[in-house]
């Protein structure tokens, strides 16, 4: 017998208090060897994209005739850095879980790791999706209310709202270390996030935010590429050819375009997907699949044997073979900041 079927339910490989789970998984199936090329590829990809847009960003905010851009850039600049700074928070975490092939508990037995990896994963899960908003509106402003922009919008008042941003999704996150809601050990055992048992509100809090600024970030891109449209009409019909709108359109609509794609494919699976099958906790499994390797073919960590090493009864949403097969959506967090930034450093 196997030591995770001797183990009763929420107790560590030594017999005290693992990480939280809900007890509610069904048995592990027999595991394979894991190979952690998957996730390491994942890390450094993201890490290297990122660090490249950022350097990008940062030439671009320096160059002459930059200025009117510069609120735009800040914005790039720090989506690409908090999604890189999510993926060396996290990343490494699973990638010493999957090599050390022992369970979460043995080398977590107090729980302060699964609580930093869940804060780490819901600030920097949060906080693209709710830069990425703020791109859209300060693109919006800037298109539909050039005179409103130019006289309120300025490098400072930039910075002052992504500090906003970012202390938000900070204090948002530590509500679970102050009693509302919690985090647990998530399927395959690599990882930790919100836990969804009982309905939790904070869980519900965390997909209402996300799919709040999917909305807002959607709702602005649409009316900026319309007002775009209209005003490159207005000018094909005068005397004078707008040219200059004619460049903006031409720059700013495929731009648009690919951060509601890539939004879209992030997101979209995991917050309306979960509400057809009425079950929230298949979203929350979703959302660290890049993170944990579990959306990339990979199994729990397991022994020489193939077996799992983690009890079924500490993790929660595990899901059935069935499920397993639908999880894989991608990570929604590592990325986007990366892809956002190819996509718009091109003006």
């Given at each position: ?14 017999g005290g208090p693992g990480p ?11 595991g394979s060897a894991v190979s ?273 090493l983690t009890a079924p009864g ?34």
């Amino acid at each position: 017998m196997s030591p995770w079927q001797q183990r009763p339910p929420n107790a560590s490989a030594a017999g005290g208090p693992g990480p939280r789970g809900n007890g509610t998984g069904r048995a592990a199936e027999r595991g394979s060897a894991v190979s952690v090329a998957i996730p390491l590829t994942m890390m450094l990809t993201g890490v290297v994209g990122n660090a490249l847009a950022m350097l990008l960003v940062s030439r671009s905010y320096r160059a002459k005739g930059s200025r009117r851009k510069r609120s735009f850039l800040l914005c790039i600049g720090s989506l690409a850095l908090t999604d890189m700074l999510g993926q060396l928070l996290t990343s490494p975490v699973v990638i010493s879980v999957y090599l050390s092939g022992r369970p979460w508990a043995a080398m977590d037995p107090s729980g302060r790791l699964c609580d930093f990896f869940g804060f780490s994963m819901t600030v920097f899960g949060l906080c693209p999706l709710l830069i990425a908003s703020a791109m859209a509106a300060e693109r919006a402003l800037a298109i539909r209310a050039p005179h409103w922009y130019a006289s309120h919008m300025s490098p400072r008042a930039t910075e002052r709202g992504l500090a906003a941003i970012w202390a938000a999704g900070a204090a948002f996150a530590l509500l679970p270390l102050a009693g509302l809601g919690r985090y647990a050990l998530q399927w395959p055992g690599t990882w930790c996030f919100i836990s969804a048992a009982g309905g939790s509100a904070f869980a519900a809090a965390f997909a209402a935010l996300g799919l709040l600024s999917l909305v807002v970030t959607g709702a602005c891109n649409l009316a900026t590429m319309q007002a775009l449209l209209s005003r490159c009409r207005a000018k094909a019909g005068a005397a004078q050819p707008g040219s200059r709108w004619g460049r903006i359109a031409t720059e700013t609509l495929p731009q648009l375009l690919g951060i509601m794609c890539v939004l879209s494919a992030c997101w979209a699976p995991l917050l309306v997907g979960a509400g057809r099958r009425g079950r929230p906790r298949a979203a929350l499994r979703l959302l660290g699949t890049a993170a944990s390797g579990a959306g990339c073919g990979l199994t729990a960590p397991g022994d020489s044997r193939g077996q799992p090493l983690t009890a079924p009864g500490d993790i929660q949403g595990q899901p059935s073979g069935g499920d397993r097969d639908r999880d894989t959506a991608g990570g929604a967090e590592g990325g986007m900041g990366e892809a956002a930034g190819s996509l718009l450093l091109g003006r």
